[in-house]
């Protein structure tokens, strides 16, 4: 059984070693090197573009963080609307002076007596 | 080492001539690598072409003049499994492309063109490439490397940065599953044979 294993794995190696002589190394064409060239030159202009939109990108979200970080930090301009708290604004709605909606009842009792 | 470290360093710094030199150093190496791992001549150029894209682009990251070669080896074997990974997805497309391939193989010994040593250097490429179709990319590249390039088990160490016998097992394992793919097309030839 091992050596017919053996044998296999003999005719195994034989045949990759065949293989290796199978695959001749090719010659490279005329073109290799202005084809590559090409290729690296236009992986470059990718990349630089690519660049130059990240870098539009993170300048124009700085210019925005910037302009609504002085947005934030300017009082407003219309102070009075909250001048008051909440308790002192409903305070000054219900004041001891506004009228009751619903009037004290007064009972005019009329003496049987009379 | 086919090339100076001075003249990786003045590639690092943007010359282009000296990068040339490079490519024109390992071109014909990284070819022969190449096609042998992929096996598909017509494509052998185009795969060697990304590998020193690849590098043109890396350079930078380069410390230290002895480990170029074991990573231009890495190189070599990143851009060979994206090829064979996008082949596997691209089956379909390669058996018809296949069929017309025999077509005209038909066509051309009808015709006498085709010499008998091209026919059995072929023959011999299409029975290794099926049965490497037992493993995996990833694994036939491994069982390349080591078994028709000859690279040591030292070599592949510090081309995957895998400790050797973590290599030891997966080439066992890979070699196993190939011996038998090799083993049941022999059955089957045997029977076919017999017949």
Known sequence: MNSMRGNVDDRLDALLQAYRDACPTPEPSANFMPNLWQRIESRQSFTFSFQRMANAFVTAAVALSIVLGVYMSIPRSNPSSYSQSYLEALADANTVDTPDYVAPVRLELSDPGR | MLVDFELIKRAQKGDSAAFNEIVLAYRKRILGTIA???ARPEDVEDVAQEVFLRLYFSLDQLRTAEVFEPWLHRLTVNAAYDYLRKQRRRQEFRMSDLSEQQVMLADAAAGGKVEHEEQYRKKIRESVQSLLGAVSEA??????????????LKELEKVYKVNENALKVRLFRARQRVLKAYGSAEAREGTGQSR
């Open chain 2, 36 to 38: 042998r791992l992929i």
């Open chain 2, 139 to 152: 694994d036939r590249i491994l069982l390349m490397l080591k078994e028709v390039e000859g690279l040591s």
